[in-house]
């Protein structure tokens, strides 16, 4: 499966935008989908993950609350609805997908094979 991640942009604190993550080559309904994040300098992080069925979903903790991982697999298609923007939210976006992750792994980079090419999200103070 491939994945193009889209709609990051410049936003200012507060704001919101929404990331789509489209897949080709295979069925989304198949994957487990993930959203993880990379600011300058620093590791990559769990973000996001929304099960195959969309019956369940998991989030870091700096974003609970504020972020929305859904799906549309008719699409074949994750969105990540991002609201109350911060300046720390700043970072490249990727979006992942895994046929075999098991639930408690889902925010581990490790265990899903396919990556997006990722999106920047810049977050003004």
């Known amino acids: 499966v491939q994945l193009q991640a889209s709609g990051g942009g410049l936003v200012q604190a507060g704001g919101s935008l929404r990331l789509s993550c489209v897949a080709s080559?295979?069925?989304?309904?198949?994957?487990?989908t993930a959203w993880f994040r990379q600011a300058p300098g620093k590791e990559r992080d769990f973000v996001a993950a929304?099960?195959?069925?969309?019956?369940?979903?998991n989030y870091g903790e700096s974003v609970k609350g504020r972020f929305t991982i859904s799906r549309d697999n008719a699409k074949n298609t994750v969105y990540l609805q991002m609201n109350s923007l911060r300046p720390e939210d700043t970072a490249v976006y990727y979006c992942?997908?895994?046929?075999?992750?098991?639930?408690?792994?889902?925010?581990?980079?490790?265990?899903?094979?396919?990556w997006g090419q990722g999106t920047q999200v810049t977050v003004s103070s």
């Open positions: 080559g295979d069925s989304l309904r198949t994957y487990t």
């Open positions: 929304i099960k195959r069925s969309g019956g369940y979903a």
């Open positions: 992942a997908a895994s046929s075999t992750v098991i639930q408690s792994a889902l925010a581990s980079q490790s265990a899903y094979a396919y």
